[in-house]
T-cell receptor, first 112, second 112 residues
Framework: AQTVTQSQPEMSVQEAETVTLSCTYDTSESNYYLFWYKQPPSRQMILVIRQEAYKQQNATENRFSVNFQKAAKSFSLKISDSQLGDTAMYFCALDTGNQFYFGTGTSLTVIP | DTGVSQDPRHKITKRGQNVTFRCDPISEHNRLYWYRQTLGQGPEFLTYFQNEAQLEKSRLLSDRFSAERPKGSFSTLEIQRTEQGDSAMYLC??????????FGSGTQLSVL
């Protein structure tokens, strides 16, 4: 069975600081994709960053980067220079080629 | 293409009534997913289509729920004999193999 676990229900960070959101997963598939999605309050779910499991290099998108540890099945998201607009629910997701599996989310609040 | 479109945005119904939601995916996407999301939780998988074929359906989904995707284009999700526990946001998402999910804005269902 595939599972995605986010162990931090809520986090907060001061504006301009750095925060790391944790995610662990479990799958028996050898090829898969990992994603972080952002869902602002009452707004649409949007992609933050993606990682192909066969790539060793960690993905980076501007202020967002991941720490992908395949052996440990860990996929954390680092947000640098946090901005007020980063306040949202963040979901980690696993794509095994059929289903997408989502974690329960981390609610991030950026404090001015 | 304007993205994934869902209709209606909001639906209020009385317990026992039937409701139907529509999703128009991004035109070149062959995979379409339905999720249910309650406040503060991650998306819960309901069902998945590849083209017009319904490949997977959640075991948690009761017989009151049915989905179709005629001709592999738009999809409908019908809930028969609605219950108060069906109140949730119903999300549709589409993708192609190896790409991220693109979400619609969702249909917020309230069962009175």
């Amino acid at each position: 069975a595939q599972t995605v676990t986010q162990s931090q229900p809520e986090m907060s960070v001061q504006e301009a600081e750095t925060v790391t959101l944790s995610c662990t997963y479990d799958t028996s598939e050898s090829n898969y994709y990992l994603f972080w999605y952002k869902q602002p309050p009452s707004r649409q779910m949007i992609l933050v960053i993606r990682q192909e499991a066969y790539k060793q290099q960690n993905a980076t998108e501007n202020r967002f980067s991941v720490n992908f540890q395949k052996a440990a099945k860990s996929f954390s998201l680092k947000i640098s220079d946090s901005q007020l607009g980063d306040t949202a629910m963040y979901f980690c997701a696993l794509d095994t080629g059929n289903q997408f599996y989502f974690g329960t989310g981390t609610s991030l609040t950026v404090i001015p | 293409d304007t993205g994934v479109s869902q209709d209606p945005r909001h639906k209020i119904t009385k317990r026992g009534q039937n409701v139907t939601f529509r999703c128009d995916p991004i035109s070149e996407h062959n995979r379409l997913y339905w999720y249910r999301q309650t406040l503060g939780q991650g998306p819960e998988f309901l069902t998945y289509f590849q083209n017009e074929a319904q490949l997977e359906k959640s075991r948690l989904l009761s017989d009151r729920f049915s989905a179709e995707r005629p001709k592999g284009s738009f999809s409908t999700l019908e809930i028969q004999r609605t219950e108060q526990g069906d109140s949730a946001m119903y999300l549709c998402a589409s993708t192609r193999l190896g790409e991220e999910l693109f979400f619609g804005s969702g249909t917020q269902l309230s069962v009175l």
